[in-house]
């Protein structure tokens, strides 16, 4: 500032510290991101709506929560489809983790029948899944 009467552009920063005018500016911007800043900081002022930095990121544990209560419900009205054993079978091994000898026990069936039940079960949620999304898309 002494020298030229008023601040230095960056160019010539740049090439008084003999460094290319991007890696100067990038350091400018470093410098700049390691302050910290609050979530509770104002971003823009509307009318009377003040808004936060908080309140303009994404909530992705939100949207989250929505699509998987959404695969939730088309899953379990895709299950109510099935036919009554192979509902229990797919019920009792996936939802409540019993191993298909205690399946077939509780089904009144024996283990191999519940595991018929089960590969026929997730073929017809598959296709019942995929023409609930068809008919989404659709819409």
Known sequence: VANLGRFPRDEEIAKALDVSLQEWQESKLAVQNRLPLSLDATVSQKVDQPMTLGETL??????????WEEDRQQLQGALSQLEDKTQAAIEFVFLRELPRKEAAKRIGVSPMTVTRHVKRGIQELVTLMKSQASERLAS
């Open 58 to 67: 994404p909530d992705y544990y939100e949207e989250n929560l929505h699509y």
